[in-house]
């Protein structure tokens, strides 16, 4: 098994600093994107203490099996699941305590997405509404769910598509990292197949250019990841860039 990646930030077109993070930690096969939020640049800082945290923890684990993980295991979960849970919720309390710590972070967090490969499985795990897309040969499905209000209200309500375009409170999540001391992780497990690209990004892409328009844009690059992450990025913007965005494209390879 081996991992193509490449990966790409840009402040797009309205805001005056770049608060999302990505980290391409190819070492361990871990990928992540992180949007960050709060006054003063603290958005940065969170997002940014998030990816190193993570990858940190990562590191550290391959290194020492013995060493002592700062939260117990899940019974429920697979060994690797379980690592990767750790990690997002690691990152958690080292925001929370920072911003406790100083005044001017106070309030600060970051929405969170993961993809780890192992050889035979590709672990996601996200807190938010940044996203993770499997594209497999022709089609492209969404792996993770949006932690966010609208999100809650199509689930209870049943929104026509006319009232999710005009929805008011789209920006609005319901779960990030550094907001309470402890916070839940969704991680999921999916089984790779050779070609499978999986699409990581802030909301600042979702947000400005459709699904089709996504899978059709990464499939018009012929593989060439770093090519279709700075084409989805000026889409991004072509479409207004009113966010920040940041694109990961990870390919996996069973060669």
Same mark, same amino acid.
């Given at each position: ?18 608060? @999302? %993070? ?12 992180? =949007?960050?939020?709060?006054? *003063?640049?603290?958005?940065?800082? !969170? ?28 019974? =429920? ?9 750790? !990690? ?9 305590? %920072?911003?406790?710590?100083? !005044? ?22 996200? &807190?938010? @509404? ?10 492209? #499905?969404?792996?993770?769910?949006? *932690? ?5 209200? #199509? ?5 026509? /598509? ?5 929805? /008011?409170?789209?920006? &609005? #999540?319901?779960? $990030? ?18 070609? @499978? ?30 090519? $279709? ?9 072509? *479409?207004?860039?009113? @966010? ?5 494209? !990870? ?5």
């Amino acid at each position: 098994m081996r991992i193509r990646y490449a990966g790409n930030t840009h402040v797009g077109m309205k805001r005056d600093h770049n608060e @999302d %993070s990505l980290f391409l930690y190819a070492d361990q096969n871990v990928y992540i994107v992180a =949007d960050g939020m709060g006054g *003063h640049a603290s958005g940065e800082v !969170a997002s940014q203490m998030a990816v190193e945290t993570l990858a940190k923890f990562f590191k550290e684990t391959e290194e020492d099996d013995e060493i002592t993980w700062p939260f117990k295991m899940d019974k =429920d979960r697979k060994y690797q699941e379980s690592r990767l849970c750790t !990690a997002v919720k690691l990152a958690n309390l080292s925001i929370y305590e %920072s911003a406790l710590a100083n !005044a001017k972070q106070k309030g600060m967090g970051t929405t969170i997405v993961v993809t780890f490969f192992t050889d035979k499985h590709a672990y996601v795990a996200h &807190v938010g @509404d940044s996203r993770v897309y499997r594209i497999r040969g022709g089609d492209m #499905i969404q792996v993770t769910e949006d *932690h966010s209000l609208l999100n809650d209200y #199509i689930k209870m309500k049943d929104l026509t /598509p006319e009232e999710i375009e005009n929805f /008011p409170h789209k920006n &609005v #999540i319901v779960r $990030a990292l550094g907001m309470k001391e402890t916070v839940r992780v969704d991680v999921s497990c999916d089984e790779p197949q050779d070609g @499978d690209i999986y699409l990581l990004c802030s909301d600042g892409l979702n947000g400005m250019v459709s699904d089709p328009e996504i899978r059709d844009t990464v499939l018009s690059c012929n593989d060439d990841l770093e090519l $279709a992450c700075n084409r989805l990025i000026q889409k991004a913007n072509e *479409h207004g860039g009113t @966010d920040n965005v940041t694109v990961v494209l !990870a390919q996996y390879l069973s060669d």
